[in-house]
C-alpha cells in the first residue's frame, strides 16, 4: 500500500535543491563529466559532492509519481541535478516497454512494441535476437524518457506452471544465461541501464513473497546461480534486482551469502542491487547483506531505506562508508551505462523497424513439435481453411502483469475479469496482428472461415467442411499466480479433439505461456508452439504454416506428460495459513527439466532442445579433444530440399567417477544451411559446465576422468558420442 513515507519529502526537497541550483555549475567545476575518467573515478567525485541528504535520496525509490513528473513510471529515484545527476526512471522492459494494463496512475495507454514472450526468443536458440530484441525495447524505452529498464529475468523453469515463465528464458542456465546475457548487452548498449532478475530463486509466483526456498548451495551454484553468473558476465547489467523469496531462512533482499559472498566477492559484480518492489523487510540487515537500493519503498511496510537509515547513519549503527558504498554502486553503473553522457532523447517510435524485430523473433521462435506426413507447409492453393478458436480472427495472446506492454495500435481485444480476492480486475490483452488476416492473406484464392470454437458442433462442422482446419489453443498466464495444471483451459482440449475427429488434417497453434498437456497429441496432423506471439504474431504464425519460413525454433523447456512427472506434482505454497512463510524443497536441486527427466528415467511429451523443420539435417564426423576443456568439432549437413536453420545441440554426461549425474547442455550453434550445404561447426565448453561446485574448496572441480560427449538434434535426440578425457582442476568460483 503506498502510503507518505519521509523518502519522498527527501525526494521533494531534493528535487527543489536540484531545480533551483541547475545550470549554475560549469563543467570545469564537474569534473567526473570527463569522460576519459573511469566510471569508478566519476563516482567518486560526485561523490564528494553530495551532502548526505542527496545521498539518502539516492538509495530509494517509489512508484508515487513525483509532483510536476510527465513520464509514468514503474519506478523513479531522485537525481540530484545540482550535480547533473539526473532521476532515475525505471520501466518495466522484459518484453518491450511495460505498463500495467488498467493501472491509470502509470502512463494509461501507453504503447509500445509488443515482443513474443521470453519463452519465444529463448526457443529461437539465437543470441543475436536477444541482443536485437534488448536493443529495440532500449532504444523506444529512451525515446520514452526511461534510464532504467527493470528487464534481464532469468530465473529457471524449475515448474512448467510457474506463472513468469513465460518472461524467462526455458529451464537451463546455459540457454537462459546466455540468451538474458544478449538481451542485457543490447540494452546497455543504447546506453540504459539494464537489471538482471530476481536475484535469485524466485521461482514460483504462487505467494512469492512468502516462499522459503530450500536448496543445497553446490545444486544452486550449478544451476539458478549459474543462470544469473552468465547473464552478468554476457550482459554486464548495471544492477541486479534481487527477488520477493527467502533463501534458507533468509530473504533474498538481505541476504549476506546471496549478496555480499557471490554477488560481490565471487563474482566481482560492481554495479547495484536494488529491490524488487515490495521486497525489503529491514534497514540494517539489508543495508549490511549488500542491498543498494530500496525500491518502490511505498510498496514496503515502510520506507526502511527511508528515515531509519538517516537515523541509522547519523547514529553511526551502520557506517557511513556503507552509505557511501552504496551511491558509489549506483553513480558508477550511471556513468558504465552512459545514461549521464548519453541521456533518454524524446521522440517517436520506429514502429515499422520495432515491429519486424518482435516478428522476427517469433519466426524463430515457433517451434514445430509435430508435422504427420509433411502435412506442413500448407499450400497457398488451398480452397477451404476453418480458422478456430483463440480470438484468431483479431489477434494474439499475451501474458499478463508488470511485463505487460500495451500494443502499438491498441489491443485487438481485452478480456476483462475479477478472480475472487483480487482487488484489481485483470485483463487478457491481445496484440492486434489477426491470425486469420495473415493466412487469408497467404491463401488469397481460398475460403477462409472463423469460429469462435465456442459451439464445438458449428466447430467441428467447419473442420469437416474444409481441406485444413488450424485451431487456435490460448491459456493465459499471469505474474503472481501459477497455473493450477498442465490442461489447456475452457474445454479448448475437447474442441481439438472434436476438429481433430472431423478433419485429420487439423494443425493445432498453440499460444501458451508454458507447456501444456496434449490428451490430444496423436489425433492431430501439426502441432505449433507459437508462445506468446507478439506484435506481428499473426503473420510469423501464417509464415510458418505456409512455409516462407522454415520454423528453426527448440524447446527452451521440457513438455512433460504430466504433472506426476514433475519433482512437485503439487504446487506448494497455494494454501498457507496467512502471512506464514512456507518452506519449499527444491530436491531437484541442480537437475532442473531434462535433467530431472534424464534422473529419473522418464520420458516427456516433448523434450528440451526438441523442434522440426521442414528440411532434414544429418551429423557426421565429431571429434572431441579433452584436457583443461572440452572442444567439439562437427559437420552439420542439409540433407532435405528446403534451406533451414538448424541447433546441433552437445550434452556432456559426467566421469564414473563423479557419480553419474544427468547430462548438462554445454554448447549449441544456430545454423542456417541451403539444400546440400555442410558446414563444420566448433564449440568449447565453459569448464563450470563440466565442474561441480564444490563448498570446501570453494570453487569449481573438475573430476579426472572419461566425460561422454554427445550430439544431438534435442536432449533426448543424441546421435553421435565420442569421449574427452579431462584433468583434475579446480577454478575460482
Ligand atoms: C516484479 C518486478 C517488477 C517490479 C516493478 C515486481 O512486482 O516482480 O519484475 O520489475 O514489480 O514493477
Redesign the pocket.
Known amino acids: 500500500m503506498p502510503h507518505n513515507s519521509p523518502l519522498i519529502t527527501i525526494t521533494a526537497l531534493s528535487l527543489m535543491a536540484a531545480h533551483v541550483c541547475a545550470g549554475t555549475a560549469a563543467a570545469d567545476d564537474r569534473p567526473w563529466t570527463n569522460r576519459a575518467l573511469s566510471p569508478d573515478t566519476r563516482a567518486d567525485l560526485v561523490l564528494n559532492e553530495m551532502t548526505t541528504e542527496e545521498k539518502l535520496g539516492l538509495v530509494v525509490g517509489t512508484?508515487q509519481r513525483p509532483a510536476g513528473e510527465a513520464i509514468g513510471a514503474?519506478?523513479y529515484v531522485a537525481g540530484v541535478a545540482r550535480l547533473g545527476i539526473p532521476m532515475l526512471r525505471e520501466a518495466?522492459a522484459e518484453l518491450g516497454v511495460a505498463v500495467p494494463p488498467l493501472d491509470d496512475t502509470v502512463r494509461p495507454e501507453d504503447e509500445a512494441t509488443a515482443l513474443p514472450s521470453g519463452l519465444a526468443t529463448a526457443a529461437t536458440w539465437n543470441p543475436a535476437i536477444a541482443h536485437a530484441n534488448g536493443a529495440m525495447i532500449a532504444e523506444e524505452a529512451r525515446r520514452k524518457g526511461f534510464n532504467v529498464l527493470?528487464a534481464g529475468?532469468v530465473n529457471l523453469a524449475r515448474d512448467p506452471r510457474t506463472g513468469r515463465n513465460f518472461e524467462y528464458a526455458g529451464e537451463d542456465p546455459l540457454l537462459a544465461g546466455t540468451m538474458a546475457g544478449a538481451a542485457i548487452r543490447g540494452i546497455e548498449e543504447k546506453h540504459v541501464v539494464s537489471t538482471v532478475?530476481?536475484f535469485a530463486l524466485n521461482d514460483q509466483e504462487n505467494n512469492r513473497t512468502l516462499l522459503d526456498a530450500r536448496i543445497d548451495m553446490p545444486a544452486l551454484r550449478e544451476s539458478d546461480l549459474l543462470a544469473f553468473e552468465l547473464a552478468i558476465e554476457g550482459g554486464q547489467p548495471g544492477a541486479v534486482?534481487c527477488s520477493?523469496n527467502l533463501l534458507a531462512g533468509i530473504y533474498a533482499c538481505q541476504n549476506p551469502t546471496l549478496l555480499n559472498n557471490i554477488l560481490r566477492q565471487d563474482w566481482r559484480f560492481r554495479g547495484w542491487v536494488m529491490s524488487?518492489?515490495?521486497a525489503v523487510h529491514s534497514t540494517s540487515e539489508a543495508a549490511r547483506a549488500g542491498l543498494d537500493q530500496e525500491?518502490?519503498a511505498d510498496w514496503d511496510s515502510r520506507a526502511w531505506f527511508g528515515e531509519p537509515l538517516a537515523i541509522a547513519v547519523a547514529e553511526g549503527t551502520i557506517p557511513a562508508t556503507r552509505l557511501n558504498a552504496m551511491v558509489h554502486r549506483i553513480l558508477r553503473s550511471m556513468f558504465a551505462s552512459g545514461v549521464i553522457d548519453d541521456p533518454p532523447a524524446p521522440g517517436p517510435l520506429d514502429a515499422d523497424a520495432d515491429a519486424q524485430v518482435a516478428q522476427h523473433a517469433e519466426e524463430e521462435g515457433i517451434v514445430l513439435l509435430r508435422n504427420e506426413s509433411d502435412l506442413l507447409p500448407l499450400s497457398s492453393d488451398l480452397r477451404r481453411i476453418a480458422v478456430i478458436g483463440g480470438h484468431a480472427d483479431v489477434g494474439v495472446l499475451s501474458g499478463g502483469g508488470?511485463?505487460q506492454v500495451i500494443p502499438l495500435g491498441d489491443p485487438a481485444l481485452r478480456v476483462r475479469f475479477k478472480a475472487p480476492g483480487d482487488t484489481i480486475p485483470y485483463a487478457m490483452v491481445f496484440d492486434p496482428s489477426s491470425p486469420l488476416k495473415a493466412i487469408q492473406a497467404k491463401a488469397p484464392l481460398a475460403q477462409v472461415t472463423f469460429a469462435d470454437g465456442e459451439d464445438v458442433d458449428r466447430a467441428a462442422i467447419a473442420a469437416k467442411e474444409a481441406d485444413v482446419a488450424i485451431v487456435f489453443a490460448t491459456s493465459w498466464e499471469i505474474?503472481g499466480h501459477d497455473a493450477e495444471s498442465l490442461s489447456l483451459p475452457r474445454d479448448q482440449d475437447k474442441l481439438i479433439a472434436a476438429v481433430a475427429a472431423a478433419n485429420r488434417r487439423t494443425i493445432v497453434v498453440l499460444e501458451t505461456g508454458n507447456p501444456v498437456a496434449m490428451p490430444w497429441n496423436s489425433e492431430v496432423g501439426a502441432i505449433l508452439a507459437a508462445w506468446y506471439p507478439g506484435q506481428r504474431g499473426g503473420e510469423a504464425i501464417a509464415n510458418v504454416l505456409f512455409g516462407t519460413v522454415n520454423p528453426s525454433g527448440r524447446l527452451p523447456i521440457t513438455f512433460p506428460a504430466s504433472t506426476a512427472q514433475l519433482p512437485r506434482p503439487e504446487l506448494p505454497g497455494r494454501f498457507i495459513p496467512w502471512n506464514t512463510t512456507f518452506a519449499v524443497d527444491y530436491r531437484e536441486g541442480g537437475a532442473i527439466g531434462y535433467k530431472w527427466f534424464e534422473q529419473q528415467h522418464a520420458t516427456p511429451l516433448y523434450p528440451f532442445g526438441f523442434g522440426l523443420s521442414y528440411t532434414r539435417f544429418s551429423y557426421s564426423d565429431l571429434r572431441v579433444s579433452g584436457g583443461k576443456a572440452v572442444t567439439v568439432s562437427f559437420t552439420v549437413t542439409n540433407s532435405g530440399e528446403r534451406p533451414g536453420a538448424d541447433v546441433p545441440q552437445i550434452y556432456v554426461g559426467a566421469p564414473q567417477a563423479d557419480g553419474g549425474r544427468a547430462r548438462r547442455l554445454v554448447g549449441w550453434s544456430k545454423i542456417a544451411l541451403a539444400p546440400g550445404e555442410s558446414q563444420r561447426v566448433r564449440i568449447t565448453a565453459d569448464p563450470r559446465l563440466l565442474a561441480h561446485f564444490d563448498e570446501t574448496e570453494h570453487g569449481w572441480r573438475i573430476v579426472a576422468g572419461d566425460y561422454p560427449v554427445e550430439l544431438g538434434a534435442s536432449s533426448s535426440d543424441l546421435r553421435l558420442a565420442a569421449t574427452a578425457r579431462l584433468e583434475e582442476r579446480t577454478l575460482p568460483p
Do not use: I, Q, R
Open positions: 512508484s514503474a519506478g518495466n527493470l529475468a532478475k530476481h534486482m520477493y524488487d518492489w515490495g525500491s518502490g508488470s511485463s505474474e
